[in-house]
């Protein structure tokens, strides 16, 4: 009982420091984002669109992409500058997934540090404070169906398609499947892990995998008003919630109670709670203290 009340501590102090220690923020012209080759990145007010630009390959997962996107994740949960990151590909291809001629032609220890470097991305993807939204057009195949389930939110449109087809060609989506299985039900999952058929959108919404399915000419505004509600939320609460949300799944339901009652005890004296309050009680849009002291230094 007692870890999971020092957890808990330990995850408030990290977001009053987050709060409390204005750190020195790089816009996105930092040297490293000029130097990728296979994303692009804007921001829009609090939100960061990052786009796969591997087209020629149907926007698959090399090694040379997946370095640039977690450094990238990594860089913008550092300067704390956005609320959410879009995750998005193109009109026909979200992500096919890891390429097999790379894989075909790399050793098995040059595949073994292929995937463990699509690990070290999957950590980075849970462990920002930003919300991670997959904005999905066309197909998520293997490795792109991975990215689309360890998101934290999905909105697809309805032409969109998933598979996770590796078995077609003597491959088990082993690593896909991690994640899959942990969005949608057992039996599905396992039905397409097994057939490597592809799952249109409307199912990829009824199992669970996506949160919302729209006509492909509406992805741009539904996406647009999914990011409106979640930016008018205080970044360091949205931190702290998503931190917190991923480890109680792992626990028991009384485990699970118990450090969600000690996170949401520290919580109510953060001062975004306490400005949150406040402007509840005086019918008022808070202001959150960390966007208030950046307004000020910037």
Same mark, same amino acid.
């Given at each position: ?19 409390? $220690?204005?750190?020195?923020?790089? =816009?996105?012209?930092?040297? =490293? ?42 860089? $913008? ?23 097999? =001629? ?58 969109? =398609? ?74 360091? $609460? ?58 000020? $230094?910037?």
């Amino acid at each position: 009982m007692m870890q999971y009340v020092k957890i808990a501590h330990f995850y408030l102090l990290t977001e009053i420091l987050n709060f409390s $220690i204005m750190r020195v923020r790089n =816009r996105f012209h930092h040297k =490293r984002r000029n130097e990728m080759e296979l994303l692009s990145v804007s921001q829009k007010d609090e939100v960061a669109f990052v786009t796969f630009e591997n087209m020629k390959e149907f926007n698959t997962l090399t090694l040379q992409l997946i370095e640039e996107l977690d450094t990238l994740l990594q860089d $913008i949960a550092a300067n704390r500058e956005v609320k959410v990151v879009v995750l998005q590909g193109s009109a026909k291809a979200f992500s096919a997934g890891h390429s097999l =001629r790379e894989i075909h032609e790399s050793n098995q220890q040059e595949v073994h540090h292929l995937f463990r470097t699509c690990y070290n991305l999957m950590r980075t993807v849970r462990e920002i404070p930003q919300v991670v939204v997959a904005k999905v057009r066309g197909v998520a195949v293997a490795a792109g169906t991975q990215v689309v389930a360890i998101c934290d939110l999905a909105i697809a449109s309805d032409d969109a =398609r998933f598979a996770v087809p590796g078995i077609n060609s003597g491959l088990f989506c082993s690593t896909p499947g991690v994640f899959l299985s942990r969005n949608i039900g057992r039996k599905k999952a396992a039905e397409l892990l097994f057939t490597g058929n592809l799952m249109p959108a409307d199912d990829a919404l009824q199992h669970g995998l996506v949160n919302k399915v729209v006509p492909s000419e509406q992805l741009d505004e539904a996406t647009d008003e999914l990011l409106a509600d979640i930016t008018k939320q205080s970044l360091n $609460i949205i931190g702290l919630g998503k931190r917190m949300f991923y480890e109680q799944l792992q626990m028991n339901d009384f485990d699970a109670l118990s450090y969600a009652t000690e996170i949401i005890s520290a919580n109510t004296k953060h001062p975004d709670a306490i400005e949150g309050i406040n402007a509840f009680f005086e019918k008022r849009t808070p202001n959150w203290p960390d966007e208030t002291v950046k307004a000020t $230094i910037e």
